[in-house]
């Protein structure tokens, strides 16, 4: 059983048009992460969201918590190409200092 | 550069070789973990590390996989006898820990891309 979900799992899209990508747990969670990766290299950390109902904004990305603390989104304004690159959200519970991650989202943004 | 770095970036090895990566961490980071990840998955979690101490370990980590950390700093993750099923990113990241709680933000390094044939 999956812990965290992710979806969709790819999407390609024009340059200029929004999106949302969305990370759901069975599980209540005590923070959760998002992170970029590209190709051949580690996941960048974009942000970390602790409180329930928390919105955080990075420029033209805006993460969402949700208020019982088991999902979260990351919309994405205007998408340009170099926003390509694999969505990762990462969750960590309670209990322990594991984190577990999601399959991730796989953005293509076409000029 | 103070980021995590790891070493090699890429490991290529026949089937039955020993394989050691080293993987060293932000220096004022006491926590360390290790990270695989396979083509199309996000990262599976295989160890962790406060300080010295292994404190948490994956059922994922066979007895052919073994990882240290001897002076609290950096780290190895070796793998004995590779597979092929073995091939991966294998990835580390550091955090600044605190007494429980704190929502412990991790940087990971760029990899180590393992293939064996």
């Known amino acids: 059983t999956q812990l965290l979900e992710q979806s969709p799992q790819f999407l390609s899209i024009q340059e200029g048009e929004n999106l949302t990508v969305y990370c759901n747990s069975s599980s209540v969670f005590s923070s959760l992460q998002w992170y970029r990766q590209e190709p051949g290299e580690g996941p960048v950390l974009l942000v970390t969201?602790?409180?329930?109902?928390e919105v955080k904004k990075l420029k033209r990305l805006t993460f969402q918590f949700g208020d019982a603390r088991k999902d979260s989104s990351l919309h994405i304004t205007a998408a340009q190409p170099g926003d390509t690159g694999l969505y990762l959200c990462?969750?960590?519970?309670?209990?322990?200092?594991?984190?577990?991650f999601g399959t991730g989202t796989s953005l293509t943004v076409i000029p | 550069d103070t980021g995590v770095s790891q070493n090699p970036r890429h490991k290529i090895t026949k089937r039955g070789q020993n394989v050691t990566f080293r993987c060293d961490p932000i220096s004022e980071h006491n926590r360390l973990y290790w990270y695989r990840q396979t083509l199309g998955q996000g990262p599976e979690f295989l160890t962790y590390?406060?300080?010295?101490?292994?404190?948490?370990k994956s059922r994922l980590l066979s007895d052919r996989f073994s990882a240290e950390r001897p002076k609290g700093s950096f780290s190895t993750l070796e793998i004995q006898r590779t597979e092929q099923g073995d091939s991966a990113m294998y990835l580390c990241?550091?955090?600044?820990?605190?007494?429980?709680?704190?929502?412990?933000?991790?940087?990971f390094g760029p990899g180590t891309r393992l293939t064996v044939l």
């Open positions: 969201v602790v409180t329930g109902g």
């Open positions: 990462a969750l960590r519970l309670f209990t322990g200092n594991q984190f577990y």
């Open positions: 990241a550091s955090s600044l820990g605190s007494g429980g709680g704190a929502h412990n933000e991790q940087f």
């Open positions: 590390f406060q300080n010295e101490a292994q404190l948490e």
